[in-house]
């Protein structure tokens, strides 16, 4: 499956942004454990949230909970990644991807698939 991230710009700090993950081959991500991942510059990719394929279990980051919500709507299509109370150091290109099995759901090497990126850029 081709996935394609979307949503990413530039907000304030303590603003809110949303990110969306569609599948651009037509495929169906109802099939798929979906997560989100960030790499800031010069740092290595992390994992930011995850969510089962119902959307039944979800899973985060200590450094984002409470913060952002994982979703998905499997009749759209679509994952999403609210991210409100956002903080410089969230900046970073955030990556959707998709696993088929969801046995580590932050484990970066289980996904199978990845998007390209969006970046998100938190400054005054």
């Known amino acids: 499956v081709q996935l394609q991230a979307s949503g990413g710009g530039l907000v304030q700090p303590g603003g809110s942004l949303r990110l969306s993950c569609a599948a651009a081959?037509?495929?169906?991500?109802?099939?798929?454990?979906m997560g989100w991942f960030r790499q800031a510059t010069g740092k290595g990719r992390e994992f930011v949230a995850s969510?089962?394929?119902?959307?039944?279990?979800?899973y985060y980051a200590d450094s984002v909970k409470g913060r952002f919500t994982i979703s998905r709507d499997n009749a759209k299509n679509t994952v999403n990644l609210q991210m409100n109370g956002l903080k410089p150091e969230d900046t970073a290109v955030y990556y959707c991807?998709?696993?088929?099995?969801?046995?580590?759901?932050?484990?970066?090497?289980?996904?199978?698939?990845w998007g390209q990126g969006t970046l998100v850029t938190v400054s005054s």
């Open positions: 081959s037509g495929g169906s991500l109802s099939r798929y454990f």
């Open positions: 969510i089962s394929w119902s959307g039944g279990s979800t």
């Open positions: 991807a998709a696993d088929v099995h969801g046995s580590w759901p932050d484990r970066i090497h289980e996904y199978d698939y």
